[in-house]
T-cell receptor, first 112, second 113 residues
Framework: TQLLEQSPQFLSIQEGENLTVYCNSS?????LQWYRQEPGEGPVLLVT???GGEVKKLKRLTFQFGDARKDSSLHITAAQPGDTGLYLC????????????WGLGTSLAVNP | KAGVTQTPRYLIKTRGQQVTLSCSPI?????VSWYQQTPGQGLQFLFE???????NKGNFPGRFSGRQFSNSRSEMNVSTLELGDSALYLC????????????FGSGTRLTVV
């Protein structure tokens, strides 16, 4: 069974702090996606990374795909209360299997 | 352009009843996937439809079924509801499939009592 492990599971920080969330697997992915979900709503796609070693930036968020395309990280600089939410990673397996593999998420609370 | 629309937003049903949930994808998107989300299990894949054909299926019992119409709108049906079916049901659409990411609807919150 393919798994995506996210860490940490919970994170509570003060406004202005930096943080990193990790998404790890033993499987190779053709792409890896990051989503943010707010309570009672569907996940919103933040970024998709497809190339090993790729780094993408979205304002204060930096996403990196591992060289071997098995892991990814999300770094937030100077977190703000609006960053609060559940961060989910999802990997598209290499090959013809089209089922995304999902992590259980990192629940982030940024306190003012 | 309009996003993914799911109806209804909230639903309360009694054990043993059946329920139908609806999803209208983004215009032009032919792939529609359904997920069940619960706090302990995370996002669990139910099935994916592409151009009216079921392309992929998760590990759910036969009580869970779905279909897609020619206009790409999709419905999922759960028969003989159980308490454990209480969850947020999410629909996601994309142009081709899962590789580059989905656009999700706001979900239908189903409570079985």
């Amino acid at each position: 069974t393919q798994l995506l492990e996210q860490s940490p599971q919970f994170l509570s920080i003060q406004e202005g702090e930096n943080l990193t969330v990790y998404c790890n697997s033993s499987s190779v992915f053709s792409s890896l996606q990051w989503y943010r979900q707010e309570p009672g709503e569907g996940p919103v796609l933040l970024v998709t990374v497809v190339t090993g070693g790729e780094v993408k930036k979205l304002k204060r968020l930096t996403f990196q795909f591992g060289d071997a395309r098995k892991d990814s990280s999300l770094h937030i600089t100077a977190a703000q209360p609006g960053d609060t939410g559940l961060y989910l990673c999802a990997g598209a397996p290499a090959g013809n299997n089209r089922k995304l593999i999902w992590g259980l998420g990192t629940s982030l609370a940024v306190n003012p | 352009k309009a996003g993914v629309t799911q109806t209804p937003r909230y639903l309360i049903k009694t054990r043993g009843q059946q329920v139908t949930l609806s999803c209208s994808p983004i215009s032009g998107h032919r792939s529609v996937s359904w997920y069940q989300q619960t706090p302990g299990q995370g996002l669990q894949f139910l099935f994916e439809y592409f151009s009216e054909t079921q392309r992929n299926k998760g590990n759910f019992p036969g009580r869970f079924s779905g279909r897609q119409f020619s206009n790409s709108r999709s419905e999922m049906n759960v028969s003989t509801l159980e308490l454990g079916d209480s969850a947020l049901y999410l629909c996601a659409s994309s142009a081709t499939g899962s590789d580059y990411g989905y656009t999700f609807g706001s979900g239908t919150r189903l409570t079985v009592v």
